[in-house]
């Protein structure tokens, strides 16, 4: 007996793209800004939105940036930068100290680099010992 159900969705197309901004968005004119803008975006940047949860965020990041990324690269940066700071961030006067002592920057390099060498090794699991030997940190 299983205690979840998988659904399979069908990705996101051109039209469903307004109903899901209207959604995530209460002001109409930021709605309208939005969904013009992506009339003219990038066909990479386009290829993005296909998911609820990457068009989840990608409005999230455009809210807070008012300008869409020009490249799927840009959107992950952002997509980064945006998880790591709102996860503390809307949480009143707390800032988490970081327990591994690393900068955002230099996570964000180690992830990076974790996997580049894990797409590189076609590995899904990496040996520690590896990790350490090619580390740049």
């Not at 799927?72 to 591994?100: M, Q, V, W």
């Amino acid at each position: 007996r299983h205690l979840f159900k998988n659904y399979e969705l069908l990705p996101l197309g051109e039209s469903d793209r307004p109903n899901f901004i209207k959604k995530l968005i209460k002001n109409k004119e930021d709605q309208k800004a939005l969904i013009v803008k992506l009339s003219s975006a990038s066909e990479g940047v386009i290829d993005l939105l296909k998911t609820p949860l990457l068009m989840t965020f990608f409005v999230h990041i455009y809210q807070g940036r008012r300008k869409l990324p020009n490249s799927n690269s840009e959107f992950f940066d952002e997509l980064f930068s945006t998880i790591l700071s709102r996860h503390d961030g809307l949480k009143a006067a707390y800032d988490r100290p970081s327990k591994c002592g690393f900068t955002d920057k230099e996570l964000f390099d180690l992830l990076y680099f974790l996997s580049d060498l894990l797409i590189k090794s076609q590995k899904l699991l990496c040996n520690p010992s590896l990790i350490r030997r090619e580390s740049p940190i």
